[in-house]
Each structure stands twice: as C-alpha cells, then as structure tokens.
C-alpha cells in the first residue's frame, strides 16, 4: 500500500547502479538545448542557463528502479514539469509525452502523471548539479513511476495524441510503469532484460 515503507518487490540499496544503455553521451552545453514540442501552442527551447533560472521545486523522495532496487531519500532540486506546461501549453488532444534524451534512449509518459506536483526536470540531486552520470545536464524524476520512465541526459520533450512504445516499452516494459501497482511489465508478465550497468554512485 503506498505509504508504507517499502514498495511491493522493491529492497533499499545504498548507491545508485547506473545503467547507460547506449553509453554515457558528450555533453557541449554551448550548443545544448532542452526543447519542447509537438501539440503545444509555443515551442521551446532552453539552454542550461535559461533552466537554471528557472528551477522552483526542492523536495527529498525515494528512487525506484523496476529491477527492484531503491535509493531512499534522494534531494530533488529542478523545474517542476508544471511549469513547462504552463509555459508551453499543450493543446487540448495532448494525452502523452514522448521523450528522448541525448543518447536516443526514448520513453512516453502519460501527460497525468507529469501533471503531479513532484514531477520535476531535475538539474540537481542531494545539493550538488547532476554528476554527467546521473543525466547532465537534466533529467526527468517522477517519483511514483519506475525509473526508466525518468529519463537521463534529457533533450526533446514532444507532446502528443496517442501512446507509442519507448525505448524499454517495445521490449515489454509497461506502458505507464507505476511503482505503487507493481506496473513492471505489460499485462503483469515479463523478465527483466540485461541493462549495461557502467558503475555506481552514492547519493
């Protein structure tokens, strides 16, 4: 039941195994941008200074990666996803976001679950900006999803109308990956897939 300590099938470890399916990306920040686009009324696009400025939302929650590792009280710091509604204004047949990061790792989120008020653009964790392997220069976090759904090294954001699979999704993973439900696998049926897990990290 939420609220309880432990999630179903989820065992606290203390450091973060990182997994970079495609390698960790090179970062130039001179030419990155976040961009913001498909069914919106205003495109955008964001440098890292430009997000900077930005960021509104701190909080402490806990990391839950579908494998069935957690981290416990993580400190967020970034931009709540709110905000680039607001700023963007999805049209009304808006239902999904698909997103893709700087490797090309995909994934579609449910526009409900980035309205919840913890989900966040995050450019910091625990006080510090976000180490290269935790996704600089900024990710997604949406505490009550499994973390393949949070997406690292964060480049496009694009509205859409219709749900398509991802990256983890076309390999069976579930369409919205709900901690709380144990949404782990489409129709509650899978195995885990081998993840290239290129070191760990503290918190």
Same mark, same amino acid.
């Given at each position: ?15 973060? $195994?990182? %997994? *970079?399916?495609?390698?960790? #990306?090179? $970062? ?14 205003? @495109? ?10 930005? &960021? ?14 957690? &981290? ?11 905000? $680039? ?8 047949? *808006? @239902? ?20 919840? =008020?913890?989900?966040? $653009? ?10 290269? !392997?935790?996704?600089? #220069? *900024? ?6 999803? %499994?973390?393949?759904?949070? *997406? ?14 991802? %990256?983890? !999704?076309?390999?069976?993973?579930? !369409? ?10 489409? =129709? ?16």
């Amino acid at each position: 039941m939420e609220g309880s300590s432990t999630p179903p099938g989820q065992k606290y470890i203390p450091k973060f $195994i990182i %997994y *970079a399916e495609f390698g960790i #990306p090179k $970062i130039d920040l001179e030419s990155y941008r976040l961009i913001v686009e498909g069914l919106v009324e205003k @495109r955008l696009e964001l440098t890292y200074d430009e997000l900077k400025l930005m &960021i509104d939302t701190e909080y402490v929650s806990d990391f839950h990666c579908v494998t069935g590792w957690s &981290i416990k009280d993580v400190r967020w710091r970034g931009i709540s996803f709110s905000r $680039i509604i607001d700023r963007a204004k999805p049209l009304p047949e *808006a @239902r999904y976001v698909y997103v893709v990061s700087l490797d090309g790792y995909t994934t579609t989120i449910d526009l409900e679950d980035l309205k919840n =008020d913890k989900a966040i $653009i995050v450019l910091e964790i625990n006080d510090k900006p976000l180490s290269v !392997e935790q996704g600089f #220069p *900024a990710r997604l976090f949406v505490p009550h999803l %499994y973390g393949w759904k949070s *997406a690292k090294w964060l480049h496009k954001i694009i509205f859409i109308d219709r749900y398509i699979d991802g %990256y983890w !999704e076309e390999r069976g993973y579930h !369409e919205r990956g709900r901690v709380w439900e144990e949404e782990r696998f489409k =129709d509650y049926i899978g195995k885990h897939k081998t993840r290239k897990i290129v070191g760990l990290q503290n918190i």
